[in-house]
């Protein structure tokens, strides 16, 4: 979105303009290092501070981790206070957020060396998250070609099983009315969703990160607000190659499909959906695909789907297949 407002230099690295970043700004420092960067931040979407913080967290190193790193330096904290909270709750929720991001941020083996703290009318978290690496320690988001296979290491539909839960735990929701009414999901389907959601959001995406260089992966973005679809678009606008993307299978948290089919459109499957703290998207040789899905699954212990192919296209379009597949997982 923001290079749109054609910001930038031209000397930003992995972006085929070198103007504003994908999802870093990577930058050669004058020693010959690159300094690669992000920022993120995120209001409520759970109902617990502490999972909050460390989907905070996951979600701004993941950024990182599209870029093929392995290890974060170092993260500012971006903290604001909600001042319409009791002085007892301000404090305990606060106190929470920053433990969740902490550890998240411990599990990553990295530090928070600071950053700043506002009161704000609700809540927010998020943080800056820097690497310094050598050349060759990275893997710069232009490099995609035709022939290679896309890897997605996280399921969609996190913004529908958050605003389930929201509407099963607001009185008088006329969305959850219907899905109970219609039987579109059982009270346990909805409990189990955004139990997988969370799981997903919280899940750092550091070891789908580390292994992309291993692997030969020629680039990669994350899924987050834009959905699948906006950022396979994203992605493959900022390819050297005149390249395009076909994605002809989406991975779907079960149950979220036919919430969004039957009670309330939020474009998952035509891949606008939102998703936070989603999963990394990448483009790889064929004969490395389903070596790298198996790294990422010892190392995580979850699934990764290919779910499309990087074809020729001068117009460098992203695209659904006519015959997409969805699958429930």
């Given amino acids: 979105?923001?290079?749109?407002?054609?910001?930038?230099?031209?000397?930003?690295?992995?972006?085929?303009?070198?103007?504003?970043?994908?999802?870093?700004?990577?930058?050669?420092?004058?020693?010959?290092?690159?300094?690669?960067?992000?920022?993120?931040?995120?209001?409520?979407?759970?109902d617990s501070p502490y999972l909050q913080?460390?989907?905070?967290?996951?979600?701004?190193?993941?950024?990182?981790?599209?870029?093929?790193?392995?290890?974060?330096?170092?993260?500012?904290?971006?903290?604001?206070?909600?001042?319409?909270m009791p002085t007892e709750q301000r404090e305990i929720c606060t106190s929470e957020m920053v433990k969740g991001f902490r550890d998240a941020c411990d599990e990553a083996e990295t530090a928070i060396t600071g950053g700043q703290t506002v009161l704000n009318p609700w809540p927010i978290i998020g943080g800056v998250a820097t690497a310094v690496v050598a050349k060759g320690e990275f893997v710069p988001s232009d490099g995609a070609q035709a022939g290679n296979v896309v890897v997605l290491t996280k399921p969609l539909g996190t913004q529908i099983a958050v605003n389930v839960h929201q509407w099963r735990n607001t009185v008088g929701s006329k969305h959850w009315k219907q899905i109970m009414d219609e039987k579109v999901i059982t009270e346990e389907q909805a409990e189990e969703m955004m139990h997988q959601a969370v799981c997903s959001m919280a899940r750092l995406n550091k070891n789908g990160g580390r292994l992309m260089l291993k692997h030969g992966a020629k680039a990669c973005t994350d899924v987050t607000g834009f959905g699948i679809l906006g950022h396979a678009q994203n992605l493959m606008e900022n390819q050297i190659a005149n390249v395009g993307m076909e994605l002809h299978?989406?991975?779907?948290?079960?149950?979220?499909?036919?919430?969004?089919?039957?009670?309330f459109n939020f474009r998952l499957t035509v891949g606008y959906s939102a998703e936070t703290s989603g999963g990394l998207m990448v483009c790889l040789p064929p004969d490395q695909a389903e070596g790298y899905m198996n790294s990422v699954k010892e190392a995580d212990g979850s699934e990764s789907w290919i779910i499309g192919r990087v074809v020729e296209d001068a117009d460098r379009k992203a695209k659904i297949a006519d015959d997409i597949k969805y699958l429930e997982v």
């Fill in 1 to 46: 979105m923001l290079a749109n407002l054609n910001l930038g230099d031209g000397q930003n690295l992995g972006t085929a303009s070198g103007k504003i970043a994908l999802d870093c700004s990577v930058r050669e420092t004058r020693q010959g290092n690159f300094v690669i960067s992000t920022t993120d931040f995120f209001f409520p979407l759970v």
């Fill in 53 to 84: 913080g460390r989907i905070g967290a996951a979600n701004v190193l993941s950024d990182l981790y599209a870029e093929g790193v392995e290890h974060c330096d170092f993260v500012l904290m971006l903290l604001a206070a909600c001042r319409e």
């Fill in 249 to 263: 299978t989406l991975p779907l948290i079960a149950g979220t499909k036919d919430v969004n089919d039957k009670v």
